[in-house]
Nanobody, 127 residues
Framework: QVQLVESGVGLVQAGGSLRLSCVASGRTFSTFSSYIMGWFRQAPGKEREFVAGISRSGLSILHADSVKGRFTISRDNAKNTVYLQMNSLAPEDTAVYYC?????????????????WGQGTQVTVSS
């Protein structure tokens, strides 16, 4: 079993910044670098959507158009941690943010490509 724990719960004003972290662990957890990692978000009444993804090595990244240029995903395989740096936050970024781990060989944007999910962390951006 793999556990993913997000941190970085925040209330921030529009235009502000926030960094989310997600640490992976677990009794049957294999090497963190074996997993692609992703961040998704779900706003009230909306579907969970892809935000950003990163390859196993961290050399390839992908961001949704809605966050491109404002958010940056990164990972530290030595710390079993993936990050999401969020800048220029806007009220429409308000959502529960989830990190996810998958065994796809390349970055994936579909939820079905990710096997393990964190519990989610609330991000609220006030106007």
């Amino acid at each position: 079993q793999v556990q993913l724990v997000e941190s970085g719960v925040g209330l921030v004003q529009a235009g502000g910044s926030l960094r989310l972290s997600c640490v992976a662990s677990g009794r049957t957890f294999s090497t963190f670098s074996s997993y692609i990692m992703g961040w998704f978000r779900q706003a009230p009444g909306k579907e969970r959507e892809f935000v950003a993804g990163i390859s196993r090595s961290g050399l390839s990244i992908l961001h949704a158009d809605s966050v491109k240029g404002r958010f940056t995903i990164s990972r530290d395989n030595a710390k079993n941690t993936v990050y999401l740096q969020m800048n220029s936050l806007a009220p429409e970024d308000t959502a529960v943010y989830y990190c996810a781990a998958g065994l796809s060989p390349t970055i994936a944007t579909m939820r079905s490509s990710y096997r393990y999910w964190g519990q989610g962390t609330q991000v609220t951006v006030s106007s």
